[in-house]
């Protein structure tokens, strides 16, 4: 299948502003390319992330996608326009892999996580490594959302746990999960091509076993030691009774995918059921987390 590749030139101050634009106007994936062949070392909550004077961020559209509407939306948001530099190429499957091959690379999160793309050389073989390539589902580990949720799965003691992912994506949250010792995750994902990908990625890390994925149409009655949701502020106050229904008294609860000036109020949402921890932010989003009351 061919694709359509806008490349976007952006610098440190800007780059992560300009993928959530590509995100917004449809891209299928995004990715940033650095000048060097770092690994990019996710921050821990607080520290600054860093971005290279000179990123590209890029884009990945289906062939069909109305690149004219891309721009036009584009343009209406940039600060100047007149300045705003970008290309549109048309790739073939293996050009882009090759592509993306290129500019993926190795990201730790929090203390001894790493997110591998399969081609590259995994940085610490003694760490806990997810192997994970760029897909078409959402879930890379570049995406400050997913950040978050990784850097808090780090921190938790999640042997023998049982964990719900809801909104699963790609699977890299449950993935992470139980390489980090979780016993059993139940992902849930609205999105036929997500659950897919998620099956794909847990049978690349030798975890199938211990995932059970769901549409929401089928999704089982089950109380989890830990639940993660990385969907946005929309979804999580509507299906807050269906969420918090997954957490056993005492159990664990990351809410992400939303912006600073909708966390307070899903904080007070989410506070009649859990004690809700500060919130941490990463670029303008936020994370949620909080310890269900017991019964
Ligand atoms: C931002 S992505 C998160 C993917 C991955 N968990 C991560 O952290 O990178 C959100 C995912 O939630 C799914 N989603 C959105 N609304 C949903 C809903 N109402 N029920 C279940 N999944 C939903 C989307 O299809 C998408 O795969």
């Given amino acids: ?17 300009y993928s ?11 990715t940033f ?6 690994p990019i070392y996710e921050p821990l909550p607080g520290d600054e992330v860093i971005y290279w004077s000179n990123t590209i961020v890029m884009g990945l559209y289906d062939a069909a996608h109305d690149m004219d509407k891309v721009i036009g939306y584009l343009k209406s948001i940039h ?30 999160f929090g203390k001894r996580l790493w997110i591998c793309p399969s081609w590259r050389e995994v940085p610490d073989p003694e760490a806990v490594n997810v192997m994970l390539d760029p897909g078409l589902a959402f879930g890379t580990g570049t995406h400050p959302t997913t950040a978050l949720c990784l850097t808090w799965l780090d921190s938790l003691d999640l042997t023998d746990k049982t964990v719900v992912d809801f909104g699963c994506g790609s699977g890299i949250l449950s993935l992470a999960a139980l390489k980090l ?10 999105d036929p091509q997500a659950l897919q990908a998620s099956k794909e990625n847990a049978k690349r890390n030798g975890c199938e076993q211990r995932l059970e994925l769901y549409l929401p149409k089928d999704q089982p009655q089950f109380k989890a030691d830990v639940v993660v949701a990385n ?7 509507e299906l807050a009774p269906t969420i918090i229904e997954y957490v056993a008294p005492i159990g664990l609860l990351a809410l992400s995918g939303v912006l600073e000036n909708q966390a307070p109020e ?10 809700m921890d500060n919130y941490v932010v990463q670029e ?3 994370r949620l987390s909080g310890k269900r009351k017991p019964d």
Avoid at 21 to 29: F, N, R
Avoid at 181 to 190: F, H, L, M, N, S
Avoid at 231 to 237: Q, S, T, V, W
């Fill in 1 to 17: 299948m061919p694709w359509i590749q806008l490349r976007l030139q952006a610098n440190e101050e800007n780059a992560e502003k």
């Fill in 20 to 30: 959530d634009w590509l995100s917004a106007s449809g891209a299928q994936a995004v």
């Fill in 33 to 38: 390319i650095d000048a060097k062949d770092t």
């Fill in 79 to 108: 600060p100047d326009k007149a300045q705003m530099q970008y290309k549109l190429e048309q790739l073939e499957d293996k050009d882009w892999e090759r592509e993306w091959m290129d500019n993926f690379h190795p990201m730790k």
């Fill in 181 to 190: 010792g979780a016993k059993k995750v139940i992902g849930i994902d609205i």
């Fill in 231 to 237: 969907i946005l502020a929309g979804p999580l106050k």
């Fill in 266 to 275: 899903l904080q007070t949402i989410y506070g009649q059921w859990c004690d």
């Fill in 284 to 286: 303008e989003w936020v």
